[in-house]
């Protein structure tokens, strides 16, 4: 894509005042040195502003009465501190003829955006002032504080402008500055993943995710909103089974303290809209510093949309996060939508959801790594993902299910699940088919066996001897020691202290000199 981005720079762009002939936009044209007339004008609104999360800062150009045939426009930003998340939907600029868009994984992964578009024949080319294209920002998940203050630039050698008479046109760059800073607090809900292609007939899980930041929070609202076409939908809100559906569906662990007393899916003027209100009557409230899974939306395309990706963003006025406090106060700090490309593929990836539990915890751990093995005569697949387990010690994975991208739909596999410090475990056997899989409830009640505490690679991994042991040991010098990051494999019933409990756990395993499971 960047080769090709940059021919086609090459053809906007002539540094010598020999006529040039090419085809671009179906039509022929020749290309000038730079016409000596008033430059045009490229810049942002806002240019200047404090703005929440996923705002969209507009791009656009002012001409100056000159009639322009093609932009290709460079901007520039600070990928260690904000996150590109996708353009303004809809059809916003009057050069509709989009060459190049760069996609949101490119564009963080470089801190540049390329825009190349063209005008159409039948169109009038636009002599005023016009939208290039709008952008959405949010804060970069590796940057912390507040808020982030940052800037967006024109990249001058990537940025040309050609009018109706086949002449490069000098221009003029105002780069924005920005703050984006959350309204009032430090909770944030956000879609997982962010980014991701949907093969069309597939059934594609997103997980809704949300932390209050350590705040005891009441209740939750949001409003999630993206366009369509088409008459009807071309993406759809579908139930696991790939049928539609009229909501979304709540996280079963949050049953017990939670109400969802608004759970709806409506299609109106070209939008689908989807509201969620999560009220929750425990009397201490709610409170986490990570992210919990709060519902899974299960989204299949029926056809590739006109405008793709699609992009769901949240709607920043209707979605909050209200404290368990008087006065209430709102503490969302962030709402991350999310951007999907449709594409027809006859490879559709499949999703697993599962549980299962870690011997020795009987309660709610968060944020455990584990790896998921998918074993079948073909080969071996892992996938390396954040476990969260609920109140009863049934442990899943935070983002709802897991998507297993690359696998061959085909056959039966073994799935095993291996977590630091404990044996390998092999949950059963199931036949994986395109879309979404779920694994028998049963699951549920099978747990790995603590006391593995070797690395991957080495002699003694998924095996318990007297080496594990004696780590464990070496850690154990007071009744309760406090965890820290060097010592937290040894925390096997996850309260934060390492102590006779975890030992006892550990020690009703050493049954032989060798201890081996799946």
């Known amino acids: 894509m960047f080769k090709d981005q940059k021919k086609l720079l090459m053809l906007l762009v002539i540094l010598l005042s020999v006529p040039v002939a090419v085809f671009l936009v179906q039509q022929a044209v020749k290309f000038f040195s730079k016409a000596a007339i008033a430059p045009v004008d490229i810049y942002f609104t806002p240019s200047q502003s404090e703005v929440p999360p996923g705002s969209v800062f507009t791009l656009r150009l002012n001409p100056h009465n000159q009639p322009i045939d093609a932009v290709a426009v460079e901007v520039n930003f600070e990928k260690d501190k904000i996150l590109f998340v ?21 564009a963080n992964q470089d801190g540049k955006i390329v825009i190349v578009l063209g005008r159409n024949p039948n169109d009038v080319a636009p002599s005023s002032d016009f939208v290039i294209s709008g952008l959405m920002f949010n804060v970069a998940a590796n940057y ?32 924005a500055s920005i703050i984006i800073k959350p309204s009032s607090g430090i909770g944030s809900i956000s879609l997982s993943p962010s980014t991701s292609d949907i093969a069309v007939d597939s059934v594609f899980p997103v997980a809704i995710n949300f932390q209050t930041g350590g705040v005891s929070i009441s209740s939750l609202v949001m409003r999630l909103i993206f366009d369509y076409s088409g008459a009807t939908p071309e993406l759809n809100v579908v139930d696991a089974s790939g049928n539609l559906a009229n909501k979304v569906f709540p996280n079963s662990a949050l049953s017990n303290d939670w109400n969802f007393s608004v759970n709806s899916v409506t299609h109106a003027s070209s939008k689908v809209t989807i509201d969620l209100a999560a009220l929750n009557t425990n009397p201490s409230g709610f409170s986490s510093s990570t992210q919990t ?47 999907y490309t449709v594409k027809l593929e006859t490879n559709n990836p499949a999703s697993l959801s599962f549980g299962f539990k870690m011997q020795g915890v009987t309660g709610v751990c968060t944020d455990r790594d584990t ?50 410090g404990y044996l390998r475990k092999k949950l059963g056997t199931l036949d994986l088919v395109a879309g979404v899989n779920s694994a028998p409830s049963s699951w549920n009640d099978i747990f790995m066996r603590a006391g593995d505490f070797d690395s991957p690679g080495t002699d003694g991994f998924n095996i318990l001897n007297i080496s594990d042991i004696g780590k ?42 060798t201890v081996t499971d799946d």
């Open 371 to 420: 790896t998921l093995s998918l074993v079948s005569p073909s080969g071996k697949y892992d996938y390396e993902l954040v476990v969260t387990s609920d109140s009863l010690g049934v442990f899943k994975s935070v983002d709802g299910s897991v998507l297993l991208v690359g696998l061959p739909v085909s056959g039966s596999y073994d799935v095993l699940v291996k977590s630091p």
């Open 472 to 513: 464990m040991l070496s850690v154990y010098d007071a009744l309760e020691v406090p965890v820290t990051a060097a010592n937290r494999i040894y925390d096997i019933n996850c309260d934060d202290i390492i102590s006779i409990m975890d030992i006892s756990v550990v020690l009703s395993n050493y049954t032989a000199l």
């Open 86 to 106: 996708g353009y303004q939907s809809g059809e916003i600029s009057p050069l509709k003829n989009e060459i190049i868009k760069t996609g949101g994984d490119k």
């Open 293 to 339: 899974n709060l519902a899974t939306m299960y989204l299949k395309a029926g056809s590739v949309p006109a405008t793709n990706p699609v992009v769901l963003t949240f709607d920043m006025t209707k979605t909050r996060m209200l404290a368990k406090n008087d006065p209430t106060q709102d503490i969302l700090g962030s709402a991350s939508g999310a951007s």
């Open 144 to 175: 912390s504080g507040p808020g982030v203050t940052s800037m967006l630039t024109i990249g001058e050698a990537g940025t040309q402008i050609v009018d109706s008479q086949a002449r490069e046109l000098g221009f003029q760059a105002q780069p």
